[in-house]
């Protein structure tokens, strides 16, 4: 019903930039929070960051400084800006979304494929 594909990942070299977008499409009547996740081989999947529908953010103290979390509502987007990068933030990158699904006037929690960064040292 609801899709969220990811796009941006590459392989930078440390102190480089990359900046991740996700779009959420379908039978969408409200998206509430969306963010970003990421997962290291071998690791769990952190929260990264993520952005209320009122804009209020929040950040993984690993990325404060260094990463900003940005939506745009009329489009579905949301965005990730990561500056500095370290090659610690090596993972494959998934987007997230809470939405209410216009065919069931629920909240269901979606991801996206995920994409890799890559971070050479």
């Known amino acids: 019903q609801v899709q969220l594909v990811e796009s941006g990942g590459g392989l930078v070299q440390a102190g480089g930039s990359l900046r991740l977008s996700c779009a959420a499409s379908g039978r969408i009547f409200s998206i509430n929070t969306m963010g970003w996740y990421r997962q290291a081989p071998g690791k769990q999947r952190e929260l990264v960051a993520d952005?209320?529908?009122?804009?209020?953010?929040n950040y993984a103290d690993s990325v404060k400084g260094r990463f900003t979390i940005s939506r745009d509502n009329a489009k579905n987007m949301v965005y990730l800006q990561m500056n500095s990068l370290k090659p610690e933030d090596t993972a494959v990158y998934y987007c997230?979304?809470?939405?209410?699904?216009?065919?069931?006037?629920?909240?269901?929690?979606?991801w996206g494929q995920g994409t890799q960064v890559t971070v050479s040292s």
């Open positions: 997230y979304a809470r939405i209410i699904v216009a065919t069931t006037w629920s909240n269901n929690d979606y």
């Open positions: 952005i209320t529908r009122g804009g209020s953010t």
